[in-house]
């Protein structure tokens, strides 16, 4: 099974400067790769997604790259505010059956201090 | 875009006991739905999905079952409630258009005591 490994500290950040979050995984390779939000008690809210053959998507502050010969994911928050600290998780799709479920890591918290 | 709805917000339940969680799904029609759960310091964790009515397809062996009775509803039930059943139950759908991302509902907080 696919194993998604996202760093379990907390990133402290300063408000202005650029958050960066990794996602390793193992095992076959996703058609495609998605970044979650996740506030406490609320469902996961769905961020950015890019595919096997892309290698940079961004939306607004956000920016993601997908390196497949790592098998690596970075997304980065530039400009950082108080009002992005939450959970960050990256998902990968389970199989290329067209189901589209989603594995997903433990996530990774930031915290931007203002 | 849609809009995915659960209830209840909170469960606390005694162990043997049976259980219902309900999702509702607006804005969309025959998605996919999934079933997670998040338990503490755990990531989420597919439980069920489902391509279509009647259709259920269980991901990991457990105490829980599924059903989905109509193209916009997914249940999520158990017969005899277990201590290690207590979490974050989440239920997703896909669809309208983009069938990759997954729209999350608010949760239920389900515990067993």
């Known amino acids: 099974s696919q194993k998604i490994e996202q760093n379990s500290e907390a990133l402290n950040i300063q408000e202005g400067k650029t958050a960066t979050l990794t996602c390793n995984y193992t095992?076959?390779?996703?058609?495609?790769l998605q970044w979650y939000r996740q506030d406490p008690g609320r469902g996961p809210v769905f961020l950015l997604l890019?595919?096997?053959?892309?290698k940079e998507k961004r939306k607004e502050r956000l920016k993601v790259t997908f390196d497949t010969t790592l098998k690596q994911s970075l997304f980065h928050i530039t400009a950082s505010q108080p009002a992005d600290s939450a959970t960050y998780l990256c998902?990968?799709?389970?199989?290329?059956?067209?189901?589209?479920?989603?594995?997903f890591g433990k996530g990774n918290q930031v915290v931007v201090i203002p | 875009s849609q809009t995915i709805h659960q209830w209840p917000a909170t469960l606390v339940q005694p162990v043997g006991s049976p259980l219902s969680l309900e999702c509702t799904v607006e804005?969309?029609?025959?998605?996919?739905l999934y079933w997670y759960r998040q338990a503490a310091g755990r990531g989420l964790q597919l439980l069920f999905y489902s391509v279509g009515i009647g259709q259920i397809s269980s991901e990991v062996p457990q105490n829980l079952s599924a059903s989905r009775p109509q193209d916009r509803q997914f249940i999520l039930s158990s017969k005899k409630l277990l201590l290690s059943d207590s979490g974050f139950y989440l239920c997703?759908?896909?669809?309208?258009?983009?069938?990759?991302?997954?729209?999350f509902g608010p949760g239920t907080r389900l515990t067993v005591l």
């Open positions: 890019i595919r096997e053959n892309e």
């Open positions: 997703a759908s896909t669809g309208g258009g983009s069938t990759d991302t997954q729209y």
């Open positions: 095992n076959y390779s996703p058609a495609y």
């Open positions: 998902a990968l799709d389970m199989g290329r059956d067209g189901n589209n479920r989603l594995a």
């Open positions: 804005g969309t029609s025959n998605p996919n």
